[in-house]
């Protein structure tokens, strides 16, 4: 029994690769819901949705989100309709005192769906529709990820890492804002200050999460803080990852992150934008794969090898080497 | 200035050949909202959207509903993850306690997105979407309705009967349910016993309604119980349309209803279900307009015509007739 924590990309990519050492079905992956907004009505998990479409075999492989050769039509319209209609485009958020009305989910991260500031499929959409509506008819986000799971065909056991809201908020020179307006509206352009996860304290890691970080957890190459941050700010999970072997791969190759703000976020949070940050970030790691390349220096274990992922051959390279790096951390 | 009380197919037609009689920019239409759902979340306004898509040029004419030659790829989509997760289709209503939640809009008429069944057009549902984000980020479905018909590019003025929820309820010999699971989900086959406007008592006509109906008032050739019967039910409409001068026109050729259950509706609220039952149903009516084969009986003006809208020839034919009723019913 393996759990992977995964944000969007790097640990998707990663999972493409899994089967090298581990079954599927002795396979958990607890993902990231810091990155959910609620846009339009919608709640819209963009790392689950990754997993989900990877799953079942539909993600468009060009931008790790979305369904490949989806149509647009609905979200062109929006924009469409505010530029004839002269409403505001960009990321809107919601009123202070709508924030948290109704669906407790919203809380923090509603934004309005006039213009749609993300570009959300057709098919796609549906997903976040049946999702809401599902939490709308009294189940929580586990229980319809399981639902929108079974209906794609996971042969992984998929969980969202909380069913209570998580806002990955990002204080920046230009104000505070959700890491979505941060990331897809402004494309990590302002100078960021700290990382906020708002209600993080009073979450609850979802059913199940605490029990699959008793297995071997692997730390794919997301992104540490706003990936992977949101999960080790849940009350009970750092100290789980305590007590079990926990192995990193690292997001980045010396300086660069492979995908994402990572190295931005790093220095916000007082940690090196590199891999030596990993150990910062991730007390807990008992070994770590990093690349060849590197020559980060660490006190506990490491397995090196090529770590740029851009096939399933790549991922189960650095799959093995996650393997060896278990035997090494236990 | 005129002022035309709409529902959603027979009066949109007339209005075709409104300006046959009336200037556009001399003309409002007060629709109604009864018909009104929130569906995964979108406030979906049928008939406001009819007259919102025939102004802009854009309506499908074969259903007089949606837009032409719009896809349904988030629609197709609801069904198809419904029918891989095992999800129930058909109309499902939100639990009690989420009814009235969040938003005071979606009183008693919120629906499941599950397998959404409507069929939702993707362009149709960026208007929604709209619209409901609007009302989300503050404004009224008035002012929301406003902008839309600006982005449409609408020359008459659009106005919801109420900014309040009122939703038509009938009951049946299968239960109580909303007209759209009456009409929409069961073709109108359940036994209707009463028809009820519920929240319609508490309910405001909209910024303009009252006004409006100071003008000369025609009710169009709609559902007398379902597309007119929610505004009459609104404190102080059948007041104002007893003090002014107001002209209906027959929706129906004999015992025959052009579109729609009225025929059994009219029934269900003790009224003839025909061209007499409208003297019952609008008792303040001034004038009729009805078919020149229909030999229906009144104690008030009448002008006769081939009432059969097919064109907008027709439709012009009929509001000629409209005018003379109008010189008659003073």
């Known amino acids: 029994m393996v759990t992977f924590l995964s944000g969007g990309t790097g640990t998707p990519k990663l999972l493409d690769g899994a089967a090298a050492a581990f079954s599927p079905e002795e396979t958990t992956v607890v993902v990231n819901t810091g990155d959910d907004i609620e846009i339009g009505g919608l709640l819209v998990s963009p790392d689950i949705d990754t997993l989900l479409f990877q799953g ?4 468009d492989r060009e931008t790790w989100w979305g369904i490949e050769g989806d149509t647009q039509r609905t979200n062109s319209a929006l924009s469409d309709i505010a ?3 002269g409403l505001p485009e960009g990321p809107q958020y919601l009123p202070d005192d709508r924030q948290t009305e109704g669906r407790t989910l919203a809380n923090w991260r509603r934004f309005s769906g006039v213009a749609e500031f993300m570009t959300i499929g057709d098919r796609d959409r549906a997903v976040h529709i049946t999702r809401t509506s599902l939490i709308d008819e009294g189940k929580t986000l586990s229980e319809a990820t399981e639902r929108l799971a079974d209906a794609f065909g996971l042969t992984i056991d998929l969980l969202p890492m909380s ?4 806002a990955s908020l990002v204080h920046t020179d230009e104000g505070v804002m959700h890491f979505q307006e941060y990331w897809v509206a402004r494309r990590g352009d302002p100078a960021v200050d700290t990382v906020e996860f708002r ?8 059913p199940g999460v605490l029990e699959a970080l008793e297995d071997t957890v692997v730390i794919g190459p997301s992104n540490p803080v706003t990936s992977i941050g949101p999960m080790l700010a849940l009350p009970g999970v750092a100290d789980a990852l305590a007590q079990t072997t926990v192995v990193a791969v690292s997001p980045f190759l010396g300086d660069d992150a492979f995908s994402g703000p990572a190295g931005d976020l790093m220095e916000a949070v007082n940690a090196e934008p590199s891999t030596e940050g990993l150990a910062t970030a991730y007390p807990f790691a008992d070994a770590f794969v990093v690349d060849d390349g590197d ?3 660490f006190d506990r274990p490491t397995v090196r090898t090529d770590i740029a992922i851009d096939s399933s051959e790549d991922a189960a390279r650095v799959i ?4 060896d790096a278990i035997e090494h951390g236990r």
């Open 199 to 206: 209600g993080s304290s009073k979450a609850e890691p979802a």
């Open 83 to 85: 530029s004839a209609a």
């Open 163 to 166: 069913d209570d809201p998580v």
């Open 295 to 297: 020559d980060a220096d």
């Open 320 to 323: 093995r080497a996650i393997d």
């Open 56 to 59: 079942g075999g539909i993600l």
